[in-house]
């Protein structure tokens, strides 16, 4: 029987890697596992594109996962900004601990915020958690949630 087994990785397209790595490495604090090229034939056919290699930077997330960063090189590229609210754009969200602290730091490493500060949530099964959205260089929305306390 077929079943999803776990998570691996979320992989997100970035226009300028050194400024990517300074909001998800230095900002967030994101553990860097590989930086290296790819330019292996069968990501060409999987991917239905014809590029010279792909910068890939593998982050890892406390408590499992990898963020995956990928700057496709030799190939034509446009920005996919979008608002959270149009279909086919996504986030990426984290746990974290002094939220507020963390903004201010990301913001201080190019990410610009969707509300002033983060917002706490006032009813539903996350009542008392805080949040807050900071889009990336690109404009990647990356949620931070801290957890209630009570």
Known sequence: ????TGFFHSGITVRD???SLQFY?????????????????????????????IRAVYLSIPGGGIVELLEYQGIERMPARSRPNDFGSG??????????????????H?????SAEPVTIMSGPNEGATSI?????????????????A
């Open 1 to 4: 029987m077929s079943s999803v």
């Open 17 to 19: 890697m050194d400024v």
């Open 25 to 53: 490495r230095d900002g967030l604090g994101l553990e860097e596992q590989f930086d290296r090229l790819l330019d292996a034939d069968y990501l060409r056919t999987v991917l239905a594109l014809d590029f010279t290699a």
């Open 91 to 108: 986030h990426l969200c984290l746990y974290v601990e002094g939220i507020a602290e963390l903004a201010s730091r990301l913001i201080a």
């Open 110 to 114: 190019g990410g610009v915020p969707r």
């Open 133 to 149: 959205y900071i889009c990336d260089p690109d404009g990647y929305a990356v949620e931070l949630f801290e957890r209630s306390s």
